[in-house]
Each structure stands twice: as structure tokens, then as C-alpha cells.
């Protein structure tokens, strides 16, 4: 950490220098600032230094750029603060600096997240442990071949030892010095080229400089970034760039370091799919890093990546330019997102979900797996993982219009009963399919995420899609049951014919078994796609006009709302269960339906034998019997029946 210039010592006139990089050589370039002065919006408010800068090198690249932010500015040897603000459609040569001792304070904020109840691994220890224990067992194994050796050969060795620490050329070496200095130049190389790498990767950071968060993606694609725009905080733009590697595996440096005026980057999803910001360190003490000199997102203690990063080159505007930079290897963990900057720590990780992702087009014949991870997020991990998911099926199909998509998830998490949680579906949109069969994935990570119980761990996400051109729909035309008089416990086999989009009819035998407590006289039945949501209690009385208060709704559960979802029909399923009687014309008449129907409920459950539920949910109440088709089953038919003793 270099000495600072305190706030109340900074005067006009004063003449600094500020470091940043800005092309792909990745050297730390300098540029001239004067200090105009000091500006104070009062108690509370942020404190800014004004300044501007001159000169052929800043004018080369057209003033002071979106990227930039971060950059450290010195004066006399001492470290003033972060250059962090232009002046949007204004003189690109006039900045402002968020001075280094409110920046400082971010590295002592409290920091609760990046928890978790899943045992980890501190990757950088078990890495250093190894090393030991390698080292352990290579002196050994040393010891063991020393004790073997003759006195001659214990000579003749030492002798060589000394040589080499004079410097002298050994005519011929014995195989284990062969090994040990070829380890030597090994470490060599591999440090030379960690310098380089650090070097390489030193500034292509900023392009905030406004209120509105600035993000460079890659993976994503057109139709994927309109996604993003719909989906993200308004406001947000967004920068069709790469990452250092590409499609590579994600790349992890246990042992980066960084220096003010070099590039550093925060995301929020790592791997094939990327979504992040550049700027420029500040000042590191340690392993304890300051960067921008304003907020990325201003969410005040965060779980981003933190890596290093590639300057591309600038790009000069009318009033504003910007800094073009690719996302490198991660080296840490972003913890702090306050208005005065962002602060991190080089070595240490943040929680992150892992998702893989398989797409694939019968129309076209295409197939493609992505992976990214995702650092775990509240407030978007929901709409990043439908993101990604929509992102992965735009990539391996050429359109999402007019086609049909089964689609699979399966979330490992704690906030579900068995640690897993799974569904499937089938959607048809003439529009988008992409937009429509991502649905229930963000309807499920929200639940999730949102648990008002406790914070919920999340494993990964599985994701398995199949795209299909074309409408793969069917409406049902009858269902005719085998009998008309039945008894409970019976089972009723139903002749259903469906018609399929632009096909012939089809008929389908399905099953239905009449409840053992379905009471005596007629049984209303609905022949519906999965889709189709049946009628309730409550929602009679809404449609009757009577307002009925959503306790239930309000004190359920995360597992029991995940088990809802889980047990909800898919579209393209059959199903046959009773249907709702018409509406009550009055509140005396709901009552008196739901009151009989509870008497009945009693009177079977005394029939029936006791059932054991676990603590974890509650038995199925809906007696269906379902049907799976190829097709989206788009509308509801109605069959009755007779019940007899």
C-alpha cells in the first residue's frame, strides 16, 4: 500500500500523474492530471476531487475513457485516489477523483456473504499441502537412494555439488541432478511466464463513468442479449466482447497479484457464457484489492468473481470513448460494491453455482453442451440462469419461432426434500420458445432463492433440451368412457381421440380409477391437457365475487412450493380428474359445498386405512390418472359418470 495524500491536503493547482493500460502490450502508461479542486455536496454526500488532464498521450486516445475507472492518481509519490467520472457529452479531458481514504474503508465493511452450510475446500491450502507432501516424499525418497549409495559415489556427487555452486560445467550429470535441475528451469519458466501473464492481462477495465451499469458479455449471441436487456435492471448496457480462452475450462489463478494501473474485472458468470465489467486497480495491500473509484452495480456487499483482464484497444467518441477489454483467468473474489468502489480479495473464491447446459435441434442436427458457473446471487441468479438457458438455445438453433421445446431441469439444493429437484415440460410458441420454456426454471430458482426460512444452498443446475420445428400440437375431440355406471374403486377405460396439428386423429386408451371414497350420485370429470390449471375452491369464490383471504398461499413453505410446482401437469400430458361443479350464486352456498365436502372427507377418511407422511410434505390431493403425448395438449373436454354403492 503506498502513502496516501489526505483529502484535506489536496489543493488547486496541484500537478499528479495517473497510470492505466490501454492496448493489448499491456503496459501501465502514464498521463499528466492538475488539480482544480475540492468538491463537498455536504453531510453524507461523496466527496470528489475535481482535475483535467493534457498532453499528446491523452489526446492519441481522445480524453479520459469509460474503462479507465480505477486508475490511480499520485501526486508527489503519494496516492491521492481513483480516477472515476467524466462529464457525459462534455469535455472528455475534465474528470473526477473519488479520493483514496473513502476507499480504504471498503476493505473493514462487513462482509456475511459467500455462506454456506456445504463443506468447501480452501483450494489455495490444499494446493500448498500438496506441495509439501510432495516435497516430503521427494526427500525420502532422496534419503533412501543416499544411504544406498557407495562412498564413491557420495564423493563423487558432493564433488559435482560444488562445482555447480562455482559455476563450473559438469562434464556428465547423473540422472537425478538431470531431475532436479530440469525442475529448476521448470519453476523458472513457470514464474517468468506468471510475470508475463500479469503483465498480459493489465488493464481493460472501465466503462461505467455513468449511473447505469456498463457489462461485457460473450457466449450470448443477438438473441441472447435482448434477453439480457429485457430481463436485467433497466438502464443496463451491454457489450458483445470475449474472455481470455474462450470455450475453455475455467481458468483459476491460486497465485495472481496485482498493482494499481493494471486491468481487473468483476462478473457474474464465468465459462462459455460470460457477464462482467473492466476497470483498473487503485491500490493493493496484500492480498486485499481497491478498483473503479464508483460502484459496479451499487449492491453494497456482494459474491462476484474478480479476475484479470485483456485491454483490447480504446474506442474514441464525440464526447465520450471507451476501453475495450476481454475477462481473464478469475483470481479472487469481489466482496464490496459501494459507491466509492469495489474491493476484493486476490486468492479466495466466491460461492457459485455450476450449470451445464445440453441443447439439441432434431430439425437442424445440431447438438452442443455449455457449462458456466454463476456466483451465487440472489437477486440474479434467478433471471441469469433463464438467461443462459435461453442464450444456449438460440446458439444451437437457428430460430425459436414456431417450434416446439421439451425441456428438463433438475436443481441440487438443500431446499428440497432429497437434496433434488426436478421437472419436465413441453412448450409450443409461434413466437418464441426459448422465452416460454424457461419459465418454470426461473419460477423454481426464484422459490428457491427467496426461501423466507433460511438461505438455501444450491449444488448446480442440470438443463437438457430438445428443439423440434415446427407445431407439435393436438386438441382432444371425445373421450368415451367403457361404462357409464361405476362403483368406487372401479376403473373406467376411456377411448380419447386427439387430433394433432396438420394430422390425422389418433386414438389413445387411458385409464381412470374412480376414488374408493368418491361418494354415491355423479362424478363430473375433466379430460384436460396438463396445462390446463383446474378450478378451486377459492377460485370459485373469487369468480363468484367473494373475497377470500390467501392465508394458506402466504405461510406455505419453500419445499412445499417447490412440491406444487414439481406436481403440476406438464402440457403435453392427459389427464383425467374430477372437474368443478358450476360456481355457487351465493357465499351461504360456497359454505355449505365446502362444508359437505369436508363431512365427506371425514366420513372417508375413517373408511380409509391410516397413512404415515413424513414431516417432509404432504400426500397428493388430487386423484388423476395422466396420459404422456408427443404433442401440447391445447384445450379441455368434459365426461360425467354415475357412482353407485
Do not use: C
Amino acid at each position: 500500500m503506498p502513502p496516501i495524500l489526505p483529502y484535506t491536503e489536496v489543493t488547486d493547482g496541484m500537478q499528479g500523474t495517473a497510470y492505466t493500460v490501454l492496448d493489448m502490450t499491456g503496459e501501465v502508461r502514464s498521463f499528466p492530471v492538475e488539480i482544480i479542486g475540492q468538491m463537498e455536496g455536504g453531510k453524507g454526500s461523496q466527496r470528489m476531487i475535481m482535475a483535467r488532464t493534457s498532453g499528446n498521450f491523452i489526446e492519441h486516445v481522445g480524453g479520459v475513457l469509460q474503462g479507465m475507472s480505477g486508475s490511480p492518481v499520485y501526486v508527489d509519490g503519494r496516492l491521492v485516489g481513483a480516477l472515476a467520472a467524466g462529464l457525459k457529452d462534455l469535455s472528455p479531458y475534465t474528470f473526477f477523483i473519488t479520493p483514496i481514504e473513502d476507499m480504504i474503508p471498503l476493505w473493514t465493511m462487513p462482509d456475511t456473504k459467500n455462506k454456506t452450510r456445504i463443506d468447501t475446500v480452501d483450494v489455495v491450502r490444499a494446493v500448498e499441502e500438496r506441495k509439501k507432501a510432495k516435497e516430503k516424499d521427494e526427500l525420502r525418497e532422496r534419503e533412501k537412494k543416499v544411504r544406498k549409495m557407495t562412498h564413491a559415489e557420495r564423493e563423487a556427487e558432493w564433488r559435482d555439488t560444488l562445482a555447480a555452486l562455482r559455476g563450473e560445467q559438469k562434464a556428465e550429470e547423473p540422472p537425478a541432478a538431470d531431475a532436479d535441475t530440469s525442475r529448476e528451469k521448470s519453476a523458472e519458466t513457470t514464474d517468468a511466464s506468471a510475470a508475463d501473464d500479469t503483465t498480459a492481462q493489465k488493464e481493460r477495465k472501465t466503462q461505467h463513468m455513468e449511473e447505469k451499469s456498463t457489462f461485457f458479455t460473450s457466449g450470448f449471441g443477438s438473441e441472447g442479449l435482448r434477453y439480457l436487456r429485457e430481463n436485467m435492471p433497466s438502464g443496463s448496457t451491454f457489450f458483445p466482447l470475449g474472455t481470455v480462452g474462450g470455450n475453455a475450462p475455467l481458468p483459476t489463478r491460486y497465485d495472481a497479484a496485482l498493482t494499481g494501473g493494471q486491468p481487473v474485472g468483476v462478473a457474474l458468470v464465468y465459462g462459455d457464457f460470460s457477464i462482467g465489467a473492466t476497470g483498473t486497480v487503485t491500490a493493493v495491500d496484500g492480498k486485499k484489492v481497491l478498483a473503479f473509484g464508483h460502484s459496479f452495480m451499487h449492491k453494497g456487499n456482494v459474491n462476484y468473481f474478480m479476475t484479470d483482464a485483456d485491454v483490447v484497444g480504446t474506442i474514441a467518441g464525440q464526447s465520450n470513448g471507451v476501453k475495450i477489454a476481454n475477462i481473464g483467468s478469475v483470481i479472487g473474489r469481489i466482496n464490496q460494491d459501494r459507491e466509492t468502489g469495489i474491493a476484493g480479495i486476490l486468492g479466495t473464491f466466491p460461492t457459485a453455482v455450476p450449470v451445464r447446459i445440453h441443447v439439441k435441434d432434431d430439425t437442424l442436427g445440431t447438438e452442443e453442451t455449455f457449462g458456466a458457473q454463476i456466483a451465487y446471487d440472489e437477486d440474479f441468479l434467478p433471471v441469469l440462469s433463464g438467461s443462459i438457458a435461453y442464450a444456449a438455445m438460440s446458439r444451437v438453433s437457428d430460430s425459436l419461432a414456431g417450434s416446439t421445446a421439451r425441456i428438463r431441469f433438475a436443481i441440487r439444493t438443500n431446499a428440497y426434500e432429497g437434496g433434488r429437484f426436478e421437472r419436465r415440460n413441453m412448450y409450443y410458441s409461434a413466437a418464441d420458445v426459448g422465452q416460454v420454456a424457461v419459465t418454470e426454471l426461473l419460477q423454481a430458482m426464484n422459490t428457491i432463492v427467496t426461501n423466507p426460512q433460511e438461505e438455501s444452498d444450491i449444488l448446480d443446475l442440470d438443463v437438457d433440451v430438445e428443439l423440434t420445428g415446427g407445431r407439435q400440437t393436438a386438441v382432444l375431440i371425445s373421450a368415451t368412457p367403457d361404462k357409464t355406471v361405476v362403483k368406487p374403486g372401479e376403473t373406467v377405460m376411456f377411448k380419447t381421440k386427439i387430433r394433432p396439428y396438420r394430422k390425422p386423429e389418433e386414438t389413445l386408451s387411458i385409464p381412470y380409477r374412480v376414488p374408493k371414497a368418491q361418494p354415491v350420485g355423479p362424478l363430473n370429470l375433466d379430460i384436460r391437457g396438463g396445462g390446463f390449471v383446474p378450478v378451486n375452491p377459492l377460485a370459485l369464490l373469487a369468480q363468484a365475487g367473494l373475497e377470500i383471504p390467501d392465508d394458506e398461499e402466504k405461510f406455505k413453505s419453500t419445499a412445499d412450493k417447490l412440491r406444487e410446482l414439481a406436481d403440476q401437469g406438464q402440457n403435453n400430458e392427459i389427464i383425467i380428474a374430477p372437474g368443478a361443479a358450476s360456481a355457487p350464486s351465493s357465499e351461504k352456498e360456497m359454505k355449505k359445498r365446502m362444508r359437505a365436502a369436508a363431512e365427506a372427507s371425514a366420513r372417508a377418511a375413517a373408511r380409509e386405512e391410516p397413512k404415515h407422511v413424513t414431516l417432509l410434505g404432504d400426500p397428493k390431493k388430487d386423484k388423476r390418472e395422466k396420459f404422456y403425448a408427443p404433442y401440447v395438449i391445447e384445450n379441455v373436454i368434459h365426461a360425467a359418470l354415475k357412482v353407485e354403492k
